[in-house]
């Protein structure tokens, strides 16, 4: 994977002990808090209800098992012994002190990890498919091409004052699984006529207030081609975009006002200057990071021991059945690791959690892991042969919930428990649904499900690509939650569809309960997963069964 | 006429710990809003905020909260202050936690 070198190491050492005067000085009475607060932003430092909270930035969602043991005893010695993973592949402390903070920064910084561009109107940490790598079905490793993109963004002196934050997604294959379409710019990757790889550019997508699709730039873009062509999309967008309303300053908004055509040709003449400017450098660039993206060394060895397990153990072959993803490799698996058991916080993992991974990782799995924007941990490339002891492992830490992908497997952000932005709590009402369909012993009958649960507009929590998505809201003083139904977070997105009015928190539950059974009731058999069936079925059914009074009024 | 005024409290977080914390009569901040002064008139509470916001190196993001005055002290309105007053809902941390 890819090694900060000492450019890298000095400048985060350098941020780190600038950040920690900038402390001190606040600490001392010499900064206001207006004068400290974006640069305490700038490092990646909130402040929320009840305390501070870091946010660390894990790039593309990679890291090796001494970054997870960093991040382990982070959690232990100035936070509260856990982590909380973001849909954004970030880590949240959610209890740090002031003082303590540039100790936490260093610490990081050791292992090559930082807070920087966590926040403000720049480009911010560069998301990616979490199965990059491994995945069957990928063209090529995306990771050298966010990487590319981290080193262009990071500190560009142009674009640290955008209109807004900028987000960048790349996926690898056709299948997206790192949700380019609602990014500000989303990289897919695809091949042209004649085979070579590059990638499809969709800008405008978003999520938020005002939710958009991304639409596609350009159909294919040689690779050869990608930092000046993102430079022009930057900068077009940095002149274009307002500045006057914080909620019309995302790209999504101008390529909404001014058109896609119009902001394509912008892009076009802009790109056609700069590419001069690059000079191969860039290609320099992306040849030495693509050499520290090199795939593991496979191993060759039998997987009868995995095979006798499968057969043997219905504990393990449920976990094997729900949380495995192929592998490119056929003696290979990919493995998702729950970090949802069921009533527990999504995205939560305890600092002895977080080091079974870190030893599972170095011992069993080439030393890879990563983060999901689904909030799971995952280890993509483990040789099946290892695929029981992983399991009893996990198991004895209760890392070994069999239900990637299914109705507990919920997005939740941190809502009102912790985010001062929030408008109602989101984990309690995530910790409910989990529970309650565990009783009933439904969860893998439902199979395939997405939910996600944002705690206001912002949409952290990815409502509106949720298979069932929930927002919840402040009206009039108390909790109320609006249901969408109908989302689709892959290549083929879609925002979902408002349900009606909302509920109240003690409502909630027995709502989706009731969009459950209607599913169950009128699927056409159990391999119609939920979202298909939606397709077919339309609102009509569901609204039927949320709201049975309105029904019997018209009847 | 203009409509009652609804009691209220100063609040902010403090700064080194980032904690939730209250005004007092006595110019102090207490981490528990039964100590907080209960603010009855408008004019009143402007002064107490502009005190709060003078108070920059200890505390951060001063303002009013509405209260409703009971036997056990004062207690919010809202639901996001009464969370504040405790902690967050999945672990036993925060106020909850401390002042238990
Ligand atoms: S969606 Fe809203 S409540 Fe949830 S984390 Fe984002 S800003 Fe906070």
Same mark, same amino acid.
Request: glycine share 8%; proline share 5%.
């Given at each position: 994977?890819?090694?900060?070198?000492?450019?890298?190491?000095?400048?985060?050492?350098?941020?780190?002990?600038?950040?920690?005067?900038?402390?001190?000085?606040?600490?001392?009475?010499?900064?206001?808090?207006?004068?400290?607060?974006?640069?305490?932003?700038?490092?990646?430092?909130?402040?929320?209800?009840?305390?501070?909270?870091?946010?660390?930035?894990?790039?593309?969602?990679?890291?090796?098992?001494?970054?997870?043991?960093?991040?382990?005893?982070?959690?232990?010695?100035?936070?509260?012994?856990?982590?909380?993973?973001?849909?954004?592949?970030?880590?949240?402390?959610?209890?740090?002190?002031?003082?303590?903070?540039?100790?936490?920064?260093?610490?990081?910084?050791?292992?090559?990890?930082?807070?920087?561009?966590?926040?403000?109107?720049?480009?911010?940490?560069?998301?990616?498919?979490?199965?990059?790598?491994?995945?069957?079905?990928?063209?090529?490793?995306?990771?050298?091409?966010?990487?590319?993109?981290?080193?262009?963004?990071?500190?560009?002196?142009?674009?640290?004052?955008?209109?807004?934050?900028?987000?960048?997604?790349?996926?690898?294959?056709?299948? %997206?699984?790192?949700?380019?379409?609602?990014?500000?710019?989303?990289?897919?990757?695809?091949?042209?006529?004649?085979?070579?790889?590059?990638?499809?550019?969709?800008?405008?997508?978003?999520?938020?207030?005002?939710?958009?699709?991304?639409? /596609?730039?350009? %159909?294919?873009?040689?690779?050869?081609?990608?930092?000046?062509?993102?430079?022009?999309? /930057?900068?077009?967008?940095?002149?274009?975009?307002?500045?006057?309303?914080?909620?019309?300053?995302?790209?999504?908004?101008?390529?909404?006002?001014?058109?896609?055509?119009?902001?394509?040709?912008?892009?076009?003449?802009?790109?056609?200057?700069?590419?001069?400017?690059?000079?191969?450098?860039?290609?320099?660039?992306?040849?030495?990071?693509?050499?520290?993206?090199?795939?593991?060394?496979?191993?060759?060895?039998?997987?009868?021991?995995?095979?006798?397990?499968?057969?043997?153990?219905?504990?393990?072959?449920?976990?094997?059945?729900?949380?495995?993803?192929?592998?490119?490799?056929?003696?290979?698996?990919?493995?998702?690791?729950?970090?949802?058991?069921?009533?527990?916080?999504?995205? %939560?993992?305890?600092?002895?959690?977080?080091?079974?991974?870190?030893?599972?990782?170095?011992?069993?799995?080439?030393?890879?892991?990563?983060?999901?924007?689904?909030?799971?941990?995952?280890?993509?490339?483990?040789?099946?042969?290892?695929?029981?002891?992983?399991?009893?492992?996990?198991?004895?830490?209760?890392?070994?919930?069999?239900?990637?992908?299914?109705?507990?497997?919920?997005?939740?952000?941190?809502?009102?428990?912790?985010?001062?932005?929030?408008?109602?709590?989101?984990?309690?009402?995530?910790?409910?649904?989990?529970?309650?369909?565990?009783?009933?012993?439904?969860?893998?009958?439902?199979?395939?499900?997405?939910?996600?649960?944002?705690?206001?507009?912002?949409?952290?929590?990815?409502?509106?690509?949720?298979?069932?998505?929930?927002?919840?809201?402040?009206?009039?003083?108390?909790?109320?939650?609006?249901?969408?139904?109908?989302?689709?977070?892959?290549?083929?997105?879609?925002?979902?569809?408002?349900?009606?009015?909302?509920?109240?928190?003690?409502?909630? /539950?027995?709502?989706?309960?009731?969009?459950?059974?209607?599913?169950?009731?009128?699927?056409?058999?159990?391999?119609?997963?939920?979202?298909?069936?939606?397709?077919?079925?339309?609102?009509?059914?569901?609204?039927?069964?949320?709201?049975?009074?309105?029904?019997?009024?018209?009847? | 006429?203009?409509?009652?005024?609804?009691?209220?409290?100063? $609040?902010?977080?403090?700064?080194?710990?980032?904690?939730?914390?209250?005004? $007092?009569?006595?110019?102090?901040?207490?981490?528990?809003?039964?100590?907080?002064?209960?603010?009855?008139?408008?004019?009143?509470?402007?002064? =107490?905020?502009?005190?709060?916001?003078?108070? =920059?190196?200890?505390?951060?993001?001063?303002?009013?909260?509405?209260?409703?005055?009971?036997?056990?002290?004062?207690?919010?309105?809202?639901? =996001?202050?009464?969370? =504040?007053?405790?902690?967050?809902?999945?672990?036993?941390?925060?106020?909850?936690?401390?002042?238990?």
């Amino acid at each position: 994977m890819y090694q900060y070198n000492s450019f890298d190491r000095d400048f985060l050492a350098e941020r780190n002990a600038q950040f920690r005067a900038q402390v001190e000085r606040r600490i001392d009475g010499s900064l206001t808090e207006d004068e400290f607060k974006p640069l305490r932003l700038m490092n990646g430092l909130y402040l929320q209800l009840h305390a501070y909270m870091l946010r660390v930035a894990i790039p593309y969602g990679t890291l090796n098992g001494e970054q997870m043991d960093t991040l382990a005893m982070i959690a232990d010695k100035w936070d509260k012994g856990y982590g909380h993973f973001t849909t954004r592949q970030n880590i949240q402390y959610n209890w740090p002190e002031l003082r303590d903070v540039p100790d936490m920064l260093d610490a990081l910084g050791e292992v090559g990890m930082h807070a920087i561009q966590t926040s403000g109107n720049t480009i911010r940490n560069v998301t990616s498919d979490h199965f990059a790598g491994a995945a069957a079905d990928e063209i090529e490793d995306p990771r050298p091409t966010a990487e590319l993109l981290r080193q262009w963004s990071t500190d560009h002196p142009e674009f640290q004052f955008l209109p807004r934050k900028f987000k960048i997604a790349v996926t690898g294959s056709p299948n %997206d699984r790192a949700v380019t379409k609602a990014h500000d710019i989303g990289l897919r990757m695809v091949r042209n006529d004649a085979g070579e790889p590059g990638y499809e550019v969709i800008v405008g997508g978003g999520l938020g207030r005002t939710p958009m699709i991304g639409k /596609v730039l350009r %159909d294919f873009l040689p690779k050869a081609d990608l930092l000046p062509y993102a430079e022009a999309i /930057v900068s077009v967008y940095n002149l274009l975009g307002r500045r006057d309303n914080k909620y019309k300053a995302r790209i999504k908004i101008t390529v909404h006002e001014n058109g896609i055509d119009t902001i394509r040709d912008l892009v076009e003449q802009r790109f056609e200057l700069l590419r001069p400017q690059f000079g191969g450098v860039d290609q320099e660039m992306l040849k030495n990071i693509e050499a520290q993206f090199t795939a593991p060394d496979f191993l060759t060895s039998s997987v009868a021991p995995f095979k006798d397990a499968y057969h043997h153990d219905p504990v393990f072959r449920s976990w094997v059945d729900t949380n495995i993803e192929k592998h490119r490799n056929d003696d290979y698996a990919i493995v998702s690791i729950s970090i949802k058991k069921q009533g527990q916080t999504p995205g %939560d993992a305890t600092s002895e959690q977080m080091r079974v991974m870190a030893e599972i990782a170095r011992e069993f799995a080439h030393n890879e892991l990563r983060i999901s924007h689904e909030q799971n941990v995952i280890l993509p490339h483990v040789h099946k042969s290892h695929l029981p002891e992983i399991h009893a492992r996990l198991k004895a830490v209760e890392l070994a919930t069999a239900n990637i992908g299914l109705i507990s497997d919920i997005i939740a952000c941190p809502g009102m428990d912790y985010c001062a932005l929030a408008t109602a709590r989101s984990i309690p009402v995530a910790q409910q649904i989990a529970t309650r369909f565990d009783e009933l012993k439904l969860e893998h009958d439902i199979g395939e499900l997405k939910i996600k649960i944002s705690g206001c507009i912002n949409a952290c929590g990815h409502h509106h690509v949720g298979h069932i998505g929930i927002l919840g809201l402040d009206r009039a003083g108390v909790e109320n939650y609006q249901i969408t139904l109908g989302g689709d977070h892959t290549e083929t997105a879609e925002v979902g569809q408002r349900a009606g009015p909302g509920f109240a928190y003690d409502e909630i /539950v027995p709502a989706i309960e009731r969009i459950i059974d209607t599913y169950l009731d009128l699927r056409t058999d159990a391999d119609e997963p939920f979202i298909t069936a939606y397709r077919r079925l339309g609102m009509a059914p569901f609204k039927a069964a949320l709201y049975p009074e309105v029904k019997a009024d018209a009847a | 006429m203009s409509k009652p005024f609804t009691p209220k409290v100063v $609040t902010a977080n403090a700064l080194l710990e980032g904690d939730v914390i209250y005004l $007092t009569k006595d110019d102090q901040w207490s981490r528990s809003l039964k100590d907080a002064e209960v603010i009855e008139d408008e004019a009143h509470g402007d002064l =107490r905020v502009l005190f709060g916001q003078s108070q =920059r190196n200890d505390v951060v993001g001063v303002y009013l909260i509405d209260v409703t005055v009971t036997e056990n002290g004062p207690e919010p309105t809202h639901f =996001r202050e009464e969370f =504040r007053t405790k902690g967050p809902s999945n672990y036993n941390h925060g106020k909850q936690a401390e002042l238990a």
